[in-house]
């Protein structure tokens, strides 16, 4: 399964995006603001990896992001209807993010019937909420102290997309 946007390539996560996957989630800009700190060895990455190819297999709805063939990020639903990506520092500001979560979005919507999708955000990854706020997220809640990352606490704002 595989959906093309103007510059990406949305596919299917494999264990061969490993390399890929772990220059990513061992980048600490890349991960400021996930849920997890950045990843200090590949085996993390391929932990990571193969629960998300799992849940491929219980209706999770994951899409690799690859532009010019390298894998620059992650975006989709791995357990609907939470929704998220994450992109590549080197490809930030250049609107990928938001080609590929709109194709997501569609796909989602296409093969599942799922009322909606959900979307936690720290409310410090302004780009991350333009990104969804564009794309028709709106907010519905916000929480303080949701997780531990690190040494610090990290808050939450909550934001759902309606099915069109």
């Known amino acids: 399964m595989q959906v093309q946007t103007e510059r990406l390539l949305l596919r299917r996560p494999t264990v061969d995006d490993l390399e890929g996957f772990f220059e990513i989630m ?5 991960m400021r603001y996930w849920s997890t700190l950045p990843h200090a060895d590949i085996e993390v990455t391929r932990t990571w990896l193969a629960q998300m190819i799992a849940r491929e297999q219980t209706g999770g709805q994951h899409f ?17 209807p939470e929704f998220g990506f994450i992109i590549h520092p080197d490809f930030w500001g ?8 709109r194709a997501a ?24 909420l333009r990104v969804l706020t ?5 907010e519905t809640g916000r929480a303080s102290k949701t997780f531990m990352l690190g040494d610090g606490w990290s808050d939450s704002i909550y934001l759902t997309l309606p099915r069109p």
Do not use: K, W, Y
């Open 94 to 101: 250049r609107g990928m993010a938001s080609e590929a979560a």
């Open 134 to 138: 564009r794309l028709g997220f709106i």
């Open 64 to 80: 690799v992001i690859e532009h010019d063939g390298r894998v620059i990020g992650e975006v989709g639903a791995g357990t609907l």
């Open 105 to 128: 979005i569609d796909q989602i919507f296409n093969v599942t019937d799922t009322p909606h999708l959900f979307a936690d955000v720290d409310p410090r990854n302004t780009a991350s």
């Open 26 to 30: 061992s980048n600490p800009s890349a």
